[in-house]
């Protein structure tokens, strides 16, 4: 299978972000989204939140009401072997875009909607490892598509990092 892009999502600020059927990925992210907590959210080392679409299916079977946006994730993967998601790894999107996957994220509160009980913490990397969601930096800025080809680019300094547990950027529970 083909790893692609399931939903591109982006907000004016805060979460459920909403798909777009493309945008430009600056430095910064994509263009149109921003984060209402810019202290533990967005910035050029936390310019792209993504999160594979087979987690989102995996915990809907679990009961937990999570769409494709709904964790605060701008692009949503499909086929794309998330054990290999790990800090220093390079993804491209489509043809132009390079993301270089920079940490782990820390689930916060902002997010509970997304769960049946309200615990963020199920796709933390802590409590559960391989579930969490990624922050990557830019390193080519491009213009994607919902549907684009994801390709997994092995950055020189990521294979000492598929043995980490953990890595992931401080932020505290109540960061939205």
């Known amino acids: ?14 979460v459920p972000k909403r798909a777009v059927p493309e945008v430009h990925i600056g430095t910064t992210g994509l263009e149109g989204d921003w984060q209402k907590n810019r202290k533990h959210h967005g910035g050029p080392m936390r310019a792209v939140c993504l999160f594979p679409l ?10 937990h009401p999570i769409e494709p946006g709904s964790v605060g994730e701008n692009v949503t993967t499909a086929g794309l072997d998330w054990t290999l998601v790990v800090p220093g790894v390079r993804l491209r999107l489509g043809d132009d875009c390079e993301l270089e996957v ?14 049946a009980d309200g615990r963020s913490e199920r796709i933390g990397q802590d409590t559960h490892p391989g579930w969490s969601r990624v922050y990557a930096r830019v390193v080519r800025e491009g213009h994607v598509r919902a549907s684009d080809v994801i390709a997994l680019v092995e950055h020189a300094d990521a294979e ?7 890595d992931t950027v401080d932020q505290p529970e109540d960061a939205a």
Do not use: D, K, W
């Open 1 to 14: 299978m083909t790893a692609r892009i399931h939903q591109l999502s982006r907000s004016p600020g805060g």
């Open 54 to 63: 087979e987690h989102i299916e995996a915990l809907r079977a679990e009961g």
């Open 102 to 115: 920079v940490s782990y994220t820390e689930p916060c509160r902002t997010i509970r909607h997304a769960f």
């Open 160 to 166: 000492h990092h598929h043995t980490r547990t953990h």
